[in-house]
Structure formats: structure tokens, C-alpha cells
T-cell receptor, first 110, second 112 residues
Framework: KNEVEQSPQNLTAQEGEFITINCSYSVGISALHWLQQHPGGGIVSLFMLSSGKKKHGRLIATINIQEKHSSLHITASHPRDSAVYICAVRSQGGADGLTFGKGTHLIIQP | NAGVTQTPKFQVLKTGQSMTLQCAQDMNHNSMYWYRQDPGMGLRLIYYSASEGTTDKGEVPNGYNVSRLNKREFSLRLESAAPSQTSVYFC???????????FGQGTRLTVV
């Protein structure tokens, strides 16, 4: 069973700061997902990646397959970025479905 | 664009009652999933359906049954609800097993 660890669990930052959220996993994967969950809301997919780096607006996701590690970066953070960010992986050769980290609760203060 | 639609959004059950959570997607996806989300834990897979006509157990299937009624719909049934099934339930779908996942808005279920 893949173990997915995220850090930090909680993060409070000031508007404009550069944010980094980390995710590590224990077993080889075929894909890693970064998801966003707003309070009381549903879950939105931000990225799916299996190698390298992806960028969408102020969000950047990177993955190092050899080190079994991924990072999600937010540049020029804004209060509307406040949410729970969740890392999830699909293990190679395993059963279908994703294995999730516990999430990082991010608060951006004005 | 509806995406993944779950009903109901909220439900309170008494211990022993039964209910069915409904999920429908309009993206012609092959794979559908049911997850539960509990405080302090990551989402956990209950059941999934890799394609129409197939269903398989996930990590925490006990106390649940599922039906893949057609390509669009994947329902989750609690035959005899227990307080341990108090949770937020999410349905998700993807085009294939290793593509982007789309989630419903969740169903907050309380069993008293």
C-alpha cells in the first residue's frame, strides 16, 4: 500500500508570499495528482503529472520520480488561494483508484 | 457543464436505516469511484468501477454495496447504516483509470 505524506499539515502565510507544499510517497506510481478543496466545497483537480513540471497560472507542480517526491508551488499568493491542497497518487500495477495524503490546510492572510 | 453530480448533499440517518447515494457524470467517462473523507485522514476508496458492468472493492468496502447502473451512473448503498459510516462521501470519475479525476460536490452523511 502506498503511503502518501504531505508537509506541512498547516500553513499560514501573508499575501504575496511564495508557497511550497510537499508530497512524498513510498511506492512507485504511474501518476500524481494535486487537488484543491475549499471549505464546504467539492474537490477540484489542479494537476496530474507523471514526470517533470507543469504550470498553470500562479501554480507550479514538480515531481521527482527517483526521489518519490512532488512539490506544489504558489507564486504571489492571494487570500483566495486559501484552501486544503491534497496530493494523491495512483500506484503502479495496483488496484484502481487513488491513494490520498491528509492534505495541507493553507491560509493566506491579507 | 454539470460534470459529476451527487445527490443528496446532506443526509441524516438513524442507525440501521438504509439509503442510496446517487452519482451521475455527463463526460462519457469509463471509470467511476466512491471515496469517503473523515477528519484527520485522507480520502479512502470504497468501491470503484473501471468500466460499465464491472465493480471492485477498494480499501474500505465493508458495509457498502455499489451498482454501476449504466455508463453515467454509479450508486453507493448503505444497507444498515452505522455511526462509523458518518462521513463525507465523494463520487469521482475519469475517462480511463489513469487520467484526470473529476469529483462531485460531496454528500455529508450523519448516522445517529
Amino acid at each position: 500500500k502506498n503511503e502518501v505524506e504531505q508537509s506541512p499539515q498547516n500553513l499560514t502565510a501573508q499575501e504575496g508570499e511564495f508557497i511550497t507544499i510537499n508530497c512524498s510517497y513510498s511506492v512507485g506510481i504511474s501518476a500524481l495528482h494535486w487537488l484543491q478543496q475549499h471549505p464546504g466545497g467539492g474537490i477540484v483537480s489542479l494537476f496530474m503529472l507523471s514526470s517533470g513540471k507543469k504550470k498553470h497560472g500562479r501554480l507550479i507542480a514538480t515531481i521527482n520520480i527517483q526521489e518519490k517526491h512532488s512539490s506544489l508551488h504558489i507564486t504571489a499568493s492571494h487570500p483566495r488561494d486559501s484552501a486544503v491542497y491534497i496530493c494523491a497518487v495512483r500506484s503502479q500495477g495496483g488496484a484502481d483508484g487513488l491513494t490520498f495524503g491528509k492534505g495541507t490546510h493553507l491560509i493566506i492572510q491579507p | 457543464n454539470a460534470g459529476v453530480t451527487q445527490t443528496p448533499k446532506f443526509q441524516v440517518l438513524k442507525t440501521g436505516q438504509s439509503m442510496t447515494l446517487q452519482c451521475a457524470q455527463d463526460m462519457n467517462h469509463n471509470s467511476m469511484y466512491w471515496y469517503r473523507q473523515d477528519p484527520g485522514m485522507g480520502l479512502r476508496l470504497i468501491y470503484y468501477s473501471a468500466s460499465e458492468g464491472t465493480t471492485d472493492k477498494g480499501e474500505v468496502p465493508n458495509g457498502y454495496n455499489v451498482s454501476r447502473l449504466n455508463k453515467r451512473e454509479f450508486s453507493l448503498r448503505l444497507e444498515s447504516a452505522a455511526p462509523s459510516q458518518t462521513s463525507v462521501y465523494f463520487c469521482a470519475s475519469s475517462a480511463r483509470t489513469n487520467t484526470e479525476a473529476f469529483f462531485g460536490q460531496g454528500t455529508r452523511l450523519t448516522v445517529v
